[in-house]
Structure formats: structure tokens, C-alpha cells
């Protein structure tokens, strides 16, 4: 649990780490690499450590320091393959791609993941049984076998982010090109291909959304690559920023050009930002808010890992706000803990919500749905009056590296008391 008291006098700077989102395919990609592979800016959050361990269970040799992971797959040893961890995310799923490339076949638990609505992974098995594979699920275990990789073939990825990465993957494994039509352009998904390209695979990118992998390459021995920075963090503290910040903080490796679609929204609400040098972004307190309406969608559109954060904001807001939600099935279910805080927010539907304001928030014991309405509850708990309880913290500490570090050095009173 993190124990919050209202924190409204926040300042100086706050330096952005590596993404989640690219650093969990980037790892998996590793295993690409017949030698050595370094990863810089590496994010230290319970995600990676979970993938470590995956790659550890297998024989990598493996080190993990001041945000540089290296991993050496000299002598892999698939009969003591332990993929307990890996199953705790959805990205484990990444996985199975480099399984069939090796083994022509996989096994591994029934991805979980977040609690934000339907992330099925249907798509998934059904791409894999196209190219050929046999699957069968036994309690709770996928399992693949055989396959087809001399047949050049084109998948529709239907801008999913995980697929993308997955068939990418999957596809330099395979002798014949590989065409991914309606591929998702997420800024981690080219993190992915400059990897790949780095490794020696040829990789052409169209602006219809279409990545083509020219099969039979041969990669290196050795790779080195740096992991982007998050702009979902610059995002977190941007809103931190708006409403917490005595004047402004300054936030550093943003990834500005990544979040226009929420700069453009946050301005509308009368938020000040500013550009500053080598990608710092300034973000000014603003003591008064008008409401706008938000729509989710695929890059470069609105961030729906941003929605529950902005959220937040929302309930500061002049009037009445809404969300639209297109991308997830009932993510917005968590938005029952604001009535604990005394806020305004109604589900209309699924896909649809009303947040009222502004209201003043008070103190209570909330709860953590997921990653980013954990993370939304703790800027919650800043503006609230009194001393607010933040349960479930897991789901936080498997997106953000040093949320707690960072957030006290701007100042905030806020502790671990788990």
C-alpha cells in the first residue's frame, strides 16, 4: 500500500525512464540473437524482472544493472524452461515466437495481464494456425507444434500492438517474407524493428500501415540498443504537474513528438506547456481547469493508457468531461473508486463516461484495478484532502521504475507502507 497525504507544492525536475511497453518485446527479442545482446535504459520494474527470469530458467546468462541488461544466449537449455513468471503479463505471450523459430513447437500458461476488459489473444492462435501450426489448449496451457516457414505469407494485425510485435518477431524466424498489413505504428513498435534492423534483418515499412520481414537473414553475434523512454510516464507526470506543482516541474527524456494527441487535450483543459531544449517538457500548475471530451485511440491518436490519468485531471475540471473508451471493453469499470473520494464520475456504458467537477476529493482506502488506474488513484490521493490509502501496488510497480523515488524528489508526501 502507499499511504498519500494531499501534496500540491510539487517542483524542480523529474527524469523519464525506460518504457515498459518497448523494454518487454525488446527482451524477448534477445533470443533472436545467437550470441550477445545489451539493452540500455532498461526500466527496473517487476515486468522485466519476471522476463529475467524467463531467460535465466533457460540458461541465458544474465546481468541486470543501473538500467543495462545484458544476456548471453551461448548455451540455452530449453529442458529447464520455467515460464511460471511470464505468465503473470500478457506479454509473455511474446514468447511463443521465438519457441516455434527454435523448437517448432511451445508451451506456456494462459497469459494474464491487466483487468482493463477483453485483450483476448484469439488473433494470435489464429495467425499461428494459418501458417500451419497445430494448437490445442489443456488446462490452461497453450501449446503449438510444427509450422510453415518457407511459404511467403501476409497477416492483418488490425493495429494490435502485442500481435504486431509477436508477428514481427515470429516472422524473422521464418525463410520466406513475412507482410504485416495493418500493423500497429506504436513508437515501440519501431523501438522493435531498429533493433531487428541493427541485427541484420531487412525491414521495409510502408505509410499504409504495412511492415514487410525479409526472411533468412543471418543475425549478429552481437547487438547493442537502446530502449525508448515513456511517454506514458511523461504523460503520468505531466498531469502530476497540472495539478500538483507549485509553479511547474520539468520533465526530461519526454518524448514530446509521442504525445501530441495529449498535449492538444491537456492545452484544451487551459493547461500551460512549454518545449523546452533536449526534449524537457515544462508543465504549469493550472488552478483553473475547463472540462473537454476525450476518444481513445491507436497511435497517434489518444493514449488509452493515458485515459486513467487524464481522468483525474477531469474531476478539477469546470463542467461536465467524458471519456469515450473505444479500444477496451469495460476499462472504465474502475472508475467507481472516485465515488470513495467524494468525485463525480458515471458509467454510461462499456465504452462511455461522464466525469463532473470540479470537486474536491477527501481522503479514503482506494484500490488499484490496474497499472494505470493505480497510478491514476495515487495522483488522486495528492489532491485529496487528508491522508489517502492506495491498495494493490503490485499492479503500479509492474510499469513504473522508481514511481516512488521520483514522486517523493518533486516533493510529494508519499510512502511505502506495504
Not at 478539477?316 to 468525485?343: A, D, F, K, P
Amino acid at each position: 500500500m502507499f499511504r498519500i497525504q494531499q501534496s500540491q507544492s510539487l517542483k524542480w525536475e523529474v527524469t523519464i525512464g525506460g518504457s515498459k511497453n518497448a523494454a518487454l518485446p525488446l527482451i524477448a527479442a534477445t533470443l533472436l540473437i545467437p550470441g550477445k545482446t545489451t539493452l540500455t535504459n532498461v526500466p527496473d520494474i517487476l515486468d522485466v524482472h519476471d522476463f529475467i527470469h524467463f531467460l535465466r530458467s533457460i540458461g541465458c546468462q544474465v546481468s541486470f544493472q543501473n538500467s543495462t541488461l545484458q544476456v548471453d544466449n551461448s548455451d540455452i537449455n530449453w529442458d529447464t524452461i520455467d515460464t511460471s513468471m511470464i505468465a503473470r503479463t500478457r506479454a509473455g505471450i511474446y514468447f511463443v515466437a521465438w519457441l516455434l523459430s527454435r523448437f517448432w513447437s511451445a508451451q506456456m500458461p494462459y497469459p494474464q495481464g491487466d483487468k482493463i476488459g477483453k485483450r483476448p489473444i484469439d488473433e494470435h492462435i489464429e495467425w499461428y494456425q494459418n501458417m500451419g501450426y497445430q494448437f490445442e489448449l489443456q488446462e490452461d496451457i497453450l501449446k503449438f507444434s510444427s509450422g510453415d516457414t518457407k511459404k511467403e505469407s501476409t497477416i492483418y494485425a488490425y493495429f494490435a500492438v502485442t500481435a504486431t510485435a509477436n508477428l514481427i518477431m515470429w516472422a524473422v524466424g521464418r525463410k520466406a517474407n513475412t507482410t504485416i498489413k495493418l500493423a500497429a505504428f506504436e513508437p515501440h513498435i519501431f523501438n522493435l524493428i531498429d533493433f531487428l534492423r541493427s541485427a541484420g534483418v531487412q525491414i521495409d515499412i510502408r505509410y499504409d500501415h504495412t511492415i514487410i520481414i525479409h526472411g533468412g537473414a543471418t543475425l549478429k553475434n552481437s547487438v547493442s540498443h537502446e530502449v525508448i523512454s515513456d511517454y506514458l510516464q511523461s504523460g503520468t507526470f505531466a498531469i502530476i504537474g497540472a495539478l500538483c506543482a507549485k509553479e511547474y516541474i520539468d520533465i526530461k527524456q519526454a518524448r514530446i513528438k509521442d504525445l501530441s494527441a495529449f498535449l492538444y487535450k491537456l492545452n484544451s483543459c487551459w493547461v500551460q506547456t512549454q518545449d523546452l531544449w533536449n526534449d524537457t517538457l515544462r508543465v504549469y500548475r493550472s488552478n483553473k481547469l475547463t472540462a473537454t471530451n476525450i476518444q481513445t485511440n491507436i497511435f497517434p491518436g489518444f493514449p488509452t493508457d493515458l485515459m486513467p490519468l487524464f481522468s483525474v485531471l477531469m474531476t478539477q475540471c469546470q463542467g461536465t468531461s467524458r471519456i469515450h473508451e473505444v479500444l477496451y471493453e469495460g476499462r472504465l469499470n474502475w472508475l467507481v473508486e472516485y465515488e470513495r473520494l467524494g468525485g463525480q464520475a458515471r458509467i454510461i456504458n462499456l465504452h462511455e463516461a461522464k466525469i463532473s467537477g470540479p470537486t474536491q476529493l477527501i481522503w479514503n482506502k482506494v484500490n488499484s484495478w490496474d497499472l494505470r488506474s493505480g497510478a491514476a488513484m495515487v495522483i488522486a490521493g495528492m489532491i485529496a484532502e487528508g491522508e489517502t490509502i492506495v491498495e494493490n501496488i503490485y499492479w503500479i510497480k509492474r510499469g513504473y521504475d522508481d514511481f516512488l523515488w521520483k514522486l517523493q524528489s518533486l516533493g510529494a508526501d508519499i510512502t511505502d507502507i506495504s
